[in-house]
T-cell receptor, first 115, second 116 residues
Framework: NAGVTQTPKFRILKIGQSMTLQCTQD?????MYWYRQDPGMGLKLIYY???????DKGEVPNGYNVSRSTTEDFPLRLELAAPSQTSVYFC??????????????FGPGTRLTVL | AQTVTQSQPEMSVQEAETVTLSCTYD???????LFWYKQPPSRQMILVIR??????QNATENRFSVNFQKAAKSFSLKISDSQLGDAAMYFC?????????????FGKGTKLSVKP
């Protein structure tokens, strides 16, 4: 199993450009998440999904959009990139069930720089 | 809202020695989970250890153990027999057992250095 994969690993964007960060998991997990990690900080939740077709906002959703058409994929869309979106982005997935730890498995991250 | 605080931005330990990383959290909930994640320079987030709030027994995973003090809302990580490969950022994280989000709330992290 590949686990959680993310593409690209690195990207530089110009202000105002758009891009999609890809995330795929092969563990048949129902929950998926997008976090961002700013320098010297912990991870903050951008969006999450509890299953295909269902998404909801996290703590810092402004400037981002998501979709979840399949169990495996959870792309994150950046529209009109701004320097404040320079960060490392992590995708994670987990299985949520009764009394489950809901342990989250993380992808390797995407380092995004907006200039 | 729940918060997680790691008061030690950096820690250092001699190889083979023991080090304890501190974490406190604030919540009004009684049922939750606590985690320690390791983030080496590769950036990969690796789960080190986890604890359920309703379990009084402290979790242990090989050289890693926790001191969970529910009343004090404290969740420290002890690393015994430290190895060079333990050098990394360590994040304490909280997750509510209820609700639909299931997301983790992270502290700001502690950077651990291991001296040979």
């Amino acid at each position: 199993n590949a686990g959680v994969t993310q593409t690209p690993k690195f990207r530089i964007l110009k202000i105002g450009q758009s891009m999609t960060l890809q995330c795929t998991q092969d563990m048949n997990h129902n929950y998926m998440y997008w976090y961002r990690q700013d320098p010297g900080m912990g991870l903050k939740l951008i969006y999450y999904s509890v299953g295909a077709g269902i998404t909801d906002k996290g703590e810092v959703p402004n400037g981002y959009n998501v979709s979840r058409s399949t169990t495996e994929d959870f792309p994150l869309r950046l529209e009109l990139a701004a320097p404040s979106q320079t960060s490392v982005y992590f995708c994670a997935s987990s299985y949520s069930g009764p009394r489950s730890y809901n342990e989250q498995f993380f992808g390797p991250g995407t380092r995004l720089t907006v200039l | 809202a729940q918060t997680v605080t790691q008061s030690q931005p950096e820690m250092s330990v001699q190889e083979a020695e023991t080090v304890t990383l501190s974490c406190t959290y604030d919540t009004s909930e009684s049922d939750y989970y606590l985690f320690w994640y390791k983030q080496p320079p590769s950036r990969q987030m690796i789960l080190v250890i986890r604890q359920e709030a309703y379990k009084q027994q402290n979790a242990t995973e090989n050289r890693f153990s926790v001191n969970f003090q529910k009343a004090a809302k404290s969740f420290s990580l002890k690393i015994s027999d430290s190895q060079l490969g333990d050098a990394a950022m360590y994040f304490c994280a909280y997750r509510s057992a209820g609700g639909s989000q299931g997301n983790l709330i992270f502290g700001k992290g502690t950077k651990l250095s291991v001296k040979p």
